[in-house]
């Protein structure tokens, strides 16, 4: 059995543990070569060094539409390959069992769902009886007299 | 009545195919995902709504106080993974003192934060300032309960771990670890990063 247990009274470890690498004992499939810790945390730094002064350099740009996919790809773009990053060498989800993915997969389905059907009242401000606009009341003054 | 052990019949599962400890630590991570995403998504979605008012909001935030907890818990999930690996090998005195540092890092995570949050409310942007204070506090707030629960649990597996038990939890909060660290991954471009948007 793959994840066999040592003789332990408690088991231990999966004897697995104390002979293989760590992927192997996730995995349907074993990769081919894997990545060392120290190089993927490397590579994380470099792309938080990124999506820290990317966004900042951007500011310089004058023109809108290329300041905002700036922003966005050194932003959000980054954090995903980062996140990426993180579930798939450090939480093994690339040599995880391939129904853990597809869990993940659908709870990130009920998520948007959940945003797909709230977004329309939220997005746009006015409709049969409401209007937003007129109910939201922008607390900057609030703010400032409170400082004051 | 027999005095010998048993391993517990849960952790020898085999239809999942793998540990059932793990599998658990799957179930939270996935439920996990719907909260935090379901609070991103509902910031994502006020953010387009309330756009140059939420962007003149986030400039009040600290991004290098941000990008130093970035960087505090990326360093963190580095030595999880590293506590992971020796475990694995079966040296569970290193994998407990990796454990530790990984603590530490996430005391240092709660440290900046608290500092965060005291310079924000003392200039007025408390929780209840905006919709997007609120969102801010609920947001790094809850990720921050998170990383204390993740802290208690961490401690506790590195106590058994250090004298050679229990190896196997090793990776499961280190799971847990990572998540934690993908959340926050999320969030900072969110609430720091966004500001010229």
Known sequence: ?????????????????????????????????????????????????????????????????????????????????????????????NTEKKFITRLLIVC??????????????????KGQNRDLDSNYQYPSKKIINKKH | MSNSFHAPIATGRESAGLPAGRLGTWWVVASEIVIFGGLIASFIMYRLRHGEFWASQAEHTKLYAGALNTFILLTSSYFAVCAHQAAQQGNGKKAAKLLFRTILLGAGFLC????????????????????????????????????????????????????????????CIGIYWHFVDVVWIFLFPLFYIASGL
């Open chain 1, 1 to 93: 059995m793959w994840f066999g247990y040592s003789s332990s009274p408690y088991f231990t470890l999966p004897q697995v543990f104390n002979t293989t690498p760590v992927h192997s004992m996730n995995s349907e499939k074993k990769p081919s070569s894997h990545p060392t810790y120290r190089n993927i945390y490397i590579w994380l730094l470099i792309l938080l060094a990124i999506s820290i002064w990317g966004p900042v350099l951007a500011l310089e740009i004058e023109n809108r539409t290329v300041l905002v996919c700036t922003v966005l790809f050194t932003a959000f773009g980054i954090g995903f390959i980062k996140a990426g990053m993180v579930a798939s060498w450090f939480m093994h989800l």
């Open chain 1, 108 to 125: 990130l389905v009920f998520m948007i769902l959940l945003f797909a059907g709230v977004a329309p009242d939220v997005l746009i401000p």
């Open chain 2, 112 to 171: 900046v934060k608290a500092y965060e949050y005291t310079s924000e409310i003392t200039a007025g942007y408390g929780p209840l300032s905006d919709l997007f204070w609120s969102f801010y506090y609920i947001s790094t707030g809850l990720h921050g309960l998170h990383v204390i629960a993740g802290m208690i649990m961490m401690a506790i597996i590195a106590k058994d771990a250090s004298k050679e038990n229990h190896l196997q939890r090793v990776e």
